[in-house]
């Protein structure tokens, strides 16, 4: 069983940047492969980006390429989502998961999720 929490979400004005964490609740969280997705209002769950378990290998939704980063703190037990040049369409509550092994960019590939934190920018 691994415990994702979610954090770092809040208000940014278009043009910003936020950074969101993903802290997980169990030991050997480097054998997983974490995602980030989002969701926003009346919208199917999307994929952001995954990193895989040493951070060697990274993908990128088209939407945010060249403005997000993925990274992990093995020894933290940390994934992060560097998030720049924000635009009010990436308005969503953003959520990281995590797999065994496999990257994977479908959302019902992930087996563990974290409750969400929300990101909301402004024009």
């Known amino acids: 069983q691994v415990q994702l929490v979610e954090s770092g979400g809040g208000l940014v004005q278009a043009g910003g940047s936020l950074t969101l964490s993903c802290a997980a609740s169990?030991?050997?969280?480097?054998?997983?492969?974490v995602g980030w997705f989002r969701q926003a209002p009346g919208k199917e769950r999307e994929f952001v980006a995954n990193i895989n378990w040493n951070g060697g290998a990274t993908d990128f939704a088209n939407a945010v390429k060249g403005r997000f980063t993925i990274s992990r703190d093995k020894a933290k037990e940390m994934v992060y989502l560097q998030m720049n040049s924000l635009k009010p369409e990436d308005t969503a509550i953003y959520y990281c998961a995590a797999r065994l092994y496999r990257s994977a960019t479908v959302a019902a590939e992930y087996l563990y999720w974290g409750q969400g934190t929300q990101v909301t920018v402004s024009s």
């Open positions: 169990r030991r050997y969280f480097s054998d997983y492969v």
